[in-house]
């Protein structure tokens, strides 16, 4: 067996002498209706892989992974994105890919459009979009189909933490009654704002899981006691 970085990575182990990453291992938490939850940690500790597992992108080898209800996600602010379409243009076809007949899209337009916040740079090519830009419409592209279930990676550290709060106050997301949202973000400030719950990886590992102040005080001390 070969020992992971004390910074980064979850445990490489050999399979037929062949060199694996467990990324993530033992890790048992569960999510209701209304929990807004950050996922914390240092830089390869799973996050990642975890929001990729909760999306069906990655099969778990043991266990499962349950999920009722619609999901969506937003790991990139520019996956999915055209940059020679107008941002409107690109709702549009996040819209058919989400199954939204033109008839509901031309409902829902409007109110999608002002909840980007972009004004009149909704109308020009997304190539002209600054990274913050991109993460609106990008969030806005991934709630279009109303999931109940949203994934939201790193993507949204380029946007800030009043955007977000404006999106829950408006929406379902983000710690709405009837939604589930997940973030791993470096932003605190983010969290801070949105999240009840959290869920502490360190090398694979679960941590700790459960109130977010009490998660992230836990987290915070282990870090200034040089523990992660």
Known sequence: ????????GGRIITIDGAPYVAALQSIDCRFGKGDCVALVGHNGSGKTTLLRTLAG????VTGRVTARGRISTMFSSTLSLSDME???????VSAVLHGISPERLA?????IVDLCGLGDFIDIPVALYSDGMRARLGLAMAIVGDPDILLVDEAMTTTDARF???IRA???YFGGAETVTVIATHSHDITDTLCNRAVWLEHGHLKGF???DVIMQQY???RDAGDG
């Open 1 to 8: 067996m070969l020992s992971g970085s004390a910074q980064t």
């Open 57 to 60: 992108i990655y099969q778990p």
């Open 170 to 172: 408006r929406t379902r």
């Open 86 to 92: 107008t941002g409107r243009q690109n709702i549009g």
């Open 220 to 222: 915070r001390d282990s």
């Open 107 to 111: 409902e829902s337009m409007g109110d």
């Open 210 to 212: 459960g109130d977010y």
């Open 164 to 166: 977000l709060a404006s």
